[in-house]
């Protein structure tokens, strides 16, 4: 099972690698939320999102002859983004297995990074069996997105670092796709102080973890149609599944004009730009779900002008 010293481990490797991201506070959000709120800013994380974390410490522990033949992934564009700037910092390359519709800014910041891609239809398509293809194929070493310990581990030293500047929480909230970030930082928060409530935030029609939290097993919805494309996980990971369901104390939805709310009032009140699935978190947080002090992660800010502006427009 992943541990608080995983996470530790995990935040030793990214010292001077990783950004230590801002912790933003702001009396008008602590008024409209009804809580003292402490934003743990992941937009500001290389590649503008909580992803590079995970995807480093996972690539950092390759073998120099793995590291040689190079790397795979399969992701909507955080997590493809994070794996081909952590191959290129090892001077290694990257193959990356993206949904045709990803956001064109996604996609070419993702091969800006050196990475090739590889696409395919979300909707038809399995991205796992595709990734796993590849990977067997070419001699890649596959990173996934969230279905390992040590991108677990790597995406938790953002809660790790939120507690340890900012001093413990009533609850800690993180948004959910995968599950990844919310397992890394549940166990990391968990670790620090048992007393933390540790809440999911999903798009109400990408809601397969609370369901699966309910079943007591994992459950399958169809793919999310969702403006949070890093959140239109179908399934949760079995990996993660089995951290969350140990640790995480509830999950609450929000809708995609909750999302949209959330990111104009970021942008226009705290002069942050998010991308969708990193405010649904704040989302949450503004319609006054929560007391006490209150951590949040902000997961990431990964959205072009044009998309940002057809958003709020």
Known sequence: ??????????????????????VVRSRTLDGRAGAEVFLKCENFQRIGAFKFRGAYNAVSRLAPE?????????????????????????????????????????????????????????????????????????????????????????????????????????????PIGGGGLIAGSATAAKGLDRRIRV??????????????????????VPVPRTIADGQAADTPGELTFAVNQRLVDDIVLVTDDEIRAAMRFAFERLKIVLEPSGASSLAAVLRGDFTGRVGVILSGGNVSPERFAELLG
Request: aromatic letters at 6%; glycine letters at 10%.
């Open 1 to 22: 099972m992943l541990s608080l010293d995983d996470v530790q481990d995990a935040a030793a490797r990214l010292k001077g690698i990783a950004h230590r991201t801002p």
């Open 66 to 174: 793995q590291l040689a033949r190079g790397v795979a992934a399969y992701s909507s564009g955080n997590h493809a983004q994070a794996v081909a700037l952590s191959a290129r910092e090892f001077r290694s390359t990257a193959v990356i297995v993206m949904p045709e519709d990803t956001p064109q800014s996604k996609v070419d910041a993702t091969r800006g990074y050196g990475a090739e891609i590889v696409t395919y239809d979300r909707y038809t398509g399995d991205r796992v069996a595709i990734g796993n293809a590849l990977a067997q194929e070419r001699g890649l070493a596959l990173i996934p997105p969230y279905e390992h310990p040590h991108v677990m581990a790597g995406q938790g030293t953002a809660a790790l670092e939120l507690i340890e500047e900012s001093g413990s929480f009533d609850t800690l909230v993180v």
């Open 199 to 220: 809440v999911g935030v999903e798009p109400e029609f990408g809601n397969d973890t609370k369901l699966s939290l309910a079943a007591g097993h994992r459950v399958s």
